[in-house]
């Protein structure tokens, strides 16, 4: 169990260029999860996958974002025509179906720098 | 909706010292409680849980929590504290049923000085 991975881990983009980050979750979860963290502020919620499907996006992720996880194992999260209030820290964890569900691993983050 | 408020942003204390960290939550429905611990330039990581059961829980690394309906508090603390303590603190919210989205606080650095 190699954990969660993310790629790459930092990040710098002039405005108005796309950009693609990448998760790994740990083999065998089922449920993936990604979360945008700003400085001095918490994580906050943008989208969450089961397998393949994705289940609920946050309406924080406009139409400039999208993810996507095809058979349900690694996830791309990609943002077009960024902006520098896009800067921040993406935060990718998994979680398995189940009991354990609630518990949520997350990886070590990409930093997104706008300038 | 649910919403997580950690009043203190930040939080000086000397090694050895108890530290207490604030965590109220507001949510119409039952919900799982947690606090995650980041390191610099890491990700998050999981310092302990509240599911059911006893209020009072025990995580990793010493510390501890209590969950107070009645308050809608979820405090965590630790008796002695460590250099290596030092680092930034979340509690977060989530629903006990579906898919368990985190609902985070904004945190609170916890500074501990020789």
């Known amino acids: 169990d190699t954990g969660v991975s993310q790629d790459p881990r930092h990040k710098i983009t002039k405005r108005g260029q796309n950009v693609t980050f990448r998760c790994d979750p740990i083999?065998?979860?089922?449920?993936l999860y990604w979360y945008r963290q700003t400085l001095g502020q918490g994580p906050e919620f943008l989208t969450y996958?089961?397998?393949?499907?994705?289940?609920?996006k946050s309406r924080l992720l406009s139409d400039r974002f999208s993810a996507e996880r095809p058979k349900g194992s690694f996830s791309t999260l990609e943002i077009q025509r960024t902006e520098q209030g896009d800067s921040a820290m993406y935060l990718c964890?998994?979680?398995?179906?189940?009991?354990?569900?609630?518990?949520?691993?997350f990886g070590p983050g990409t930093r997104l720098t706008v300038t | 909706a649910q919403s997580v408020t950690q009043l203190d942003s930040q939080v000086p204390v000397f090694e050895e010292a108890p530290v207490e960290l604030r965590c109220n939550y507001s949510s119409s429905v039952s919900v799982y409680l947690f606090w995650y611990v980041q390191y610099p330039n890491q990700g998050l990581q999981l310092l302990l849980k509240y599911l059911s059961g006893s209020t009072l829980v025990k995580g990793i690394n010493g510390f501890e929590a209590e969950f107070n309906k009645s308050q809608t508090s979820f405090h965590l603390r630790k008796p002695s504290v460590h250099i290596s303590d030092t680092a930034e603190y979340f509690c977060?919210?989530?629903?006990?049923?579906?898919?368990?989205?985190?609902?985070f606080g904004t945190g609170t650095r916890l500074l501990v000085s020789p």
């Open positions: 964890a998994s979680s398995p179906i189940g009991q354990k569900g609630y518990e949520q691993y």
């Open positions: 996958f089961q397998n393949e499907a994705q289940l609920e």
């Open positions: 977060a919210v989530s629903l006990n049923t579906g898919f368990q989205k985190l609902v």
């Open positions: 083999s065998e979860h089922n449920r």
